[in-house]
Nanobody, 115 residues
């Protein structure tokens, strides 16, 4: 069974930056496209960014130009660099495969952006 553990969240002022990390309990990153998702209170979980095994990335319009997804297959880790954060980026952030696999969801990491 795969476990994904997200970290790096926190409280930051608008305009600030955070770097999220997602580590897997075993090597899966060579197999799957990986994605970062987020869920704000009252909202559905949404895909923020995804990255292919070869490193090609795609972003939601709302984060394009501000967020950067990257991966290190050797370390079984995927990252999300978030710059120019806005209050509307406040959410719990999760990583998962893309398309997501229900059994892969972890606890997520809370990101709170104050205005």
């Amino acid at each position: 069974q795969v476990q994904l553990v997200e970290s790096g969240g926190g409280l930051v002022q608008a305009g600030g930056s955070l770097r999220l990390s997602c580590s897997a309990s075993r090597s899966i990153f060579n197999i799957f496209v990986m994605g970062w998702y987020r869920q704000a209170p009252g909202n559905q979980r949404e895909l923020v960014a995804r990255i292919s095994r070869g490193g090609e990335s795609n972003y939601a319009d709302s984060v394009q130009g501000r967020f950067t997804i990257s991966r290190d297959n050797a370390k079984n880790t995927v990252y999300l660099q978030m710059n120019s954060l806005k209050p509307e980026d406040t959410a719990v952030y999760y990583c998962n495969a893309f398309p997501f696999i229900p059994n892969f969801w972890g606890q997520g990491t809370q990101v709170t952006v104050s205005s």
